[in-house]
């Protein structure tokens, strides 16, 4: 499953940015966060691939969808100047964005090296 994710539900599921100012990643699953827009060809191109990766990795990575017109301090926050962009999140390491839409090969490639998870 694919989950929607406004600024609060952010600052709650993923980071509290108000209250850290390091990094900090609030949950124990690893999660990839799906940076777009509606009038975004890439975007929709990408959307399939994460749904299906979102059930092939079921239970062992999370994948979020944040719109970055509706949740604009969100991605100012990351510096999303393009999309889509891709925020891996690792349990213990600093996220990481891939700017640019992934062909599945690539995703499943990065949630293995980045992320550390495997199908």
Known sequence: MVE????????????????NKEWKYQDTTPAVID????WCGPCKMIAPIIKDLAEEYQGKVKFYKVNTEQEQQLAAMFGIQSIPSLLFIPLDDQPQMNVGALPKNAMKDAIEKVLGVEA
């Not at 940076?35 to 509606?38: C, W």
Request: net charge negative.
């Open 4 to 19: 929607y994710l406004t600024l609060n539900e952010f600052k709650n599921k993923i980071y509290d940015f108000e209250k």
């Open 35 to 38: 940076f777009y827009a509606d």
